[in-house]
């Protein structure tokens, strides 16, 4: 028997993900220290860790026969959500706030210093670029994705497996 619902863990993935989305938006806008957005991102890792793990624990004391099956599913659907979430906040942050003028300029800075330093750059090399360029923000979200789903899977698994020892053979006396 399911001992959690899907919805249960969409919203707890949105709680997970308001993390990252929140602690982005201050590292981007407000603040301008490097060192203040260095513990920023680094507080919202362990956060988000800890949150996930805090998610999977109460599920956990909340059922006493669950398995750490049920608890790692539990925890990969949650982080599912926070991913997509995540991952469709960097795209739009890709698509949105940073403008095609402002790629060109850097796309052009680079083929500068690559040309300074004594490297042939082709014209074909800087048309592919700036081809990649337009993809970058697919590219994002593709690799968002990927990443805090993964992040979220081994949290999940080592959570389940520290969190609950009941296995078919724990009812046998």
Known sequence: MKKYSISQTAINGLILASVTVVTSLIVQFVSTSAIINTILNLAKTVG???LLWFFIA????????????????????????SSIICAGYQLLI???AVSPENMDDTIN?????IEESGMNVTAEMSDQLFKM????P????????????????IVSKIASSSLKKVTPFSNIE
């Open 94 to 96: 890709m698509s949105i």
């Open 58 to 81: 109460k599920l956990a004391a909340k059922w006493e026969e669950i398995t750490s099956k049920e608890l790692f599913r539990y925890g990969m659907w949650t982080s599912l959500f």
């Open 138 to 153: 697919q590219y994002t979200f593709i690799f968002t994705l990927i990443w805090c789903f993964v992040i979220g899977l």
């Open 48 to 50: 988000s860790i800890y």
């Open 109 to 113: 800075e680079s083929l500068s210093i």
């Open 133 to 136: 360029a337009e993809s970058l």
